[in-house]
């Protein structure tokens, strides 16, 4: 089965509450906690011959995050994703604002991003 999400955080109860969505919602997910390791999963072999449309979720909290340059790294891929959501904490406006500059499709807060995990998961494009 093709991964449907992949998470950028190093919130390990993030990561274990999104894996729970996942479950609840029947979609694979894969938690990267740096955007190194991100890119590096995006561009291995084994993903790029099993690739199928997959979407980004990017956690704005990220320790070293230049949302920005990660945007443009995962335009730029041989499969970009579908779709590149970030969400952060309400009261981090600039953050939020900079992913919206960046580029991301959808910016959620973090309290909006937890109320629709399992529906996020859910989404099919097209």
Do not use: K, N
């Amino acid at each position: 089965m093709a991964i449907s999400s992949i998470l950028l955080t190093s919130d390990l109860m993030l990561s274990s509450q999104a894996q729970g969505a996942a479950l609840r919602a029947a979609r694979t997910l894969e938690i990267d906690s740096t955007p190194a390791q991100l890119i590096a999963r995006l561009t291995a072999p084994p993903f790029l011959a099993a690739a199928g449309e997959y979407r980004v979720a990017i956690d704005l909290a990220t320790p070293g995050l230049d949302i920005a340059a990660i945007v443009r790294q995962l335009r730029a891929l041989p499969i970009p994703p579908h779709a590149i959501l970030a969400f952060g904490p309400h009261v981090q406006a600039v953050r939020l604002a900079e992913a919206r500059a960046a580029g991301c499709d959808q910016v959620l807060t973090r309290g909006q991003f937890h109320a629709q995990l399992e529906s996020i998961l859910r989404e099919q494009s097209g």
